[in-house]
Structures are given as structure tokens and as C-alpha cells.
């Protein structure tokens, strides 16, 4: 089976999110994305989410990485959904390094130049219900 294109692109993300490359990051978000900056949080278009990307790798101490494990995808129309593992790793107190997953979920739009690019970026997936249900 041929891997989706949007798993590459994906992992482009990753690599620069990890290697602070907002630059490059931008170039895969569509000016109206939003992103789950964390539960309760949202932040929409592209220089507030540079702004939150930014903020993300101050509070990890610039030493967050972003790996993805499996990943399913489902186009319909000129959109797809990605359900995605999301493997973050970053320094603990005591001098150790936390890994954590998520089944996050991504949406991507197939723009008019042919490009697909993230319109809605939610790392915590269907988490975010969890919360929600716990404030009320």
C-alpha cells in the first residue's frame, strides 16, 4: 500500500516543529488554520499559531520532538481527516526526557495550487472531550 502524501508532509511538520523552523512549519498551514494549543485554548491563523509554536518550544526549554506513530486518513471532497498517533518527547524535572502519546487528529485542505495544507490542528484529538467532561 502506498503511504499518503499527507504522512510526509506530516512529518515534515514534525521535523520543523523539532528543529524550530517556523518558516517551513507555516508553509503547511492555510492562513485560516486553527490549532488546539491545549485544551480550552485555541488559537486561529498563521501568525498566532507561528506565536503558539513558538511558546510551546520556550515552555519545553527549546528540546520538544514530535514524532508520528500510525496514521489513518479519510478524504472526502477537496478535505481529510488524519487520525494520527503523536509521539512527544521532552525534558522532565529531574533531568530525564517524558514521552507522551496522543491520537491526535489533523484536518487538511487540497488547495486551488494543488498543495494540501492544515486547517485544523488538534493534538489532543478526542482527549479534548475528557476535559470538557471533567469542568462540567
Not at 59 to 77: A, H, K, P, R, S
Not at 94 to 99: A, L
Amino acid at each position: 500500500m502506498t503511504r499518503h502524501p499527507l504522512r510526509q508532509i506530516i512529518e515534515s511538520c514534525d521535523h520543523a516543529i523539532t528543529t524550530k523552523n517556523y518558516d517551513a512549519l507555516m508553509e503547511y498551514y492555510a492562513e485560516d488554520a486553527a490549532l488546539v494549543v491545549k485544551p480550552g485554548m485555541t488559537v486561529k491563523g498563521k501568525e498566532n499559531i507561528r506565536s503558539a509554536f513558538i511558546a510551546i518550544s520556550d515552555y519545553f526549554q527549546d528540546q520538544l520532538t514530535v514524532e508520528q506513530g500510525e496514521m489513518q486518513v479519510i478524504e472526502g471532497g477537496d478535505n481529510a481527516l488524519v487520525i494520527m498517533e503523536t509521539v512527544l518527547r521532552f525534558p522532565d524535572d529531574q533531568g530525564g526526557i517524558t514521552e507522551i502519546s496522543r491520537r491526535a487528529t489533523y484536518v487538511f485542505r487540497l488547495e486551488s495550487d494543488g498543495r494540501w495544507r492544515c486547517t485544523i490542528d488538534n493534538s489532543y484529538g478526542t482527549s479534548l472531550l475528557d476535559t470538557a467532561n471533567s469542568s462540567q
